[in-house]
């Protein structure tokens, strides 16, 4: 059966890898970039299975206008995947003000905006689906990443609270959180200007591994992921979260099981800061 698709962040990364294997299995795609004509080549080969629109995550207009135009054209949206979004790195005093609100206007607020937007149209036609492009980083932590956690973190319990808001209407999401990826994430992150006094520290080892490309790590099939995408996308039932590749996994999981066991150290605390029965503290 023919699906309907929108993909934000079409024009590359797992963006464009769905959007092409959307096109390849004949399926119909509202494909959203901030560049829609670097996906010329694409809509060429799809023909009217294919819309290209502009949207700019910070720029609230353009998120309602394309939204509106895709559900005009194709009158219904099965899957949306919400794949926009980039990375900022360095220490927190190393960056501007304007790229720590960059940051969070477009991975978190932007996100906030295009969800708020798009599910009044899911409601109306009685359900959909939302594939939302998380990270491992929406549930672990990296020195100089600070920005970009608290964006994906930010994600993450939004979507969280949301699912729970519009469960009741047919509408389902699921978080994916990849882990390192040899997509173009990473020559795209934006840096901040170094500081000496951080040298030697785990943030200056890591923009160096980032500066060149020195991660001993298995690197996760960016083809492979848009493939378990899709599948997700089709199955009759979708969890809430999915990790894909061997490092978010084993990451995940540590960092899962580490606090699992602090918690469980903090148990008589946590009850001792109960009102006790008669109305006063304990």
């Known amino acids: 059966m023919t699906m309907t698709y929108l993909v934000t962040g079409a024009n590359s ?17 509202a ?27 910070t720029d609230k207009a353009s998120i309602d206008a394309a939204i509106k135009k895709a559900f005009d054209r ?33 991975n978190l607020t932007g996100t906030v905006l295009f969800t708020r937007s798009l599910l009044p149209h899911l409601r109306s ?21 600070s920005t970009y956690h608290a964006s994906k973190w930010g994600q993450e319990g939004f979507v969280e609270a949301v699912a729970q808001e ?8 699921c978080l994916i959180e990849p ?6 994430f990473l020559t795209g992150i934006d840096m901040g200007e170094r500081i000496e006094d951080y040298d030697g520290t785990p943030t200056a080892q890591l923009r160096d591994a980032l500066q060149s490309g020195g991660f001993d790590v298995p690197m996760g099939d960016a083809a492979k992921m848009a493939a378990e995408m899709l599948a997700l996308a089709d199955a009759e039932t ?19 099981k580490s606090r699992l066991a602090l918690i469980q150290t903090q148990k008589d605390l946590a009850y001792r800061c109960d009102q006790t029965s008669n109305g006063h503290r304990s």
Not at 137 to 144: D, F, T
Not at 241 to 248: D, F, H, L
């Open 31 to 57: 494909a959203l970039a901030r560049r829609p004509e670097a996906l010329d080549d694409l809509a060429n080969s799809a023909g009217d299975r294919m819309i290209r629109l502009h949207m700019d995550l």
């Open 166 to 173: 519009v469960a009741s209407f047919g509408i389902d999401f």
């Open 74 to 106: 194709f009158g219904r949206i099965d899957v949306v995947l919400s794949n926009a979004g980039y990375g900022t790195f360095g220490a927190i005093e190393e960056l501007t003000p304007d790229q720590i609100r960059r940051q969070i206007e477009t």
């Open 179 to 184: 882990g390192p990826t040899e997509t173009n």
């Open 238 to 256: 979708i969890p809430l979260r999915v990790a894909m590749g061997s490092v978010a996994f084993d990451n995940i999981e540590r960092e899962l």
């Open 125 to 145: 036609q009685g359900g959909g689906r939302i594939l939302q492009v998380s990270s491992e980083g929406g549930r672990i932590s990296y020195p100089g990443f």
């Open 13 to 29: 990364g797992f963006g464009r890898l769905v959007t092409q294997k959307l096109i390849a299995r004949g399926d119909r795609v």
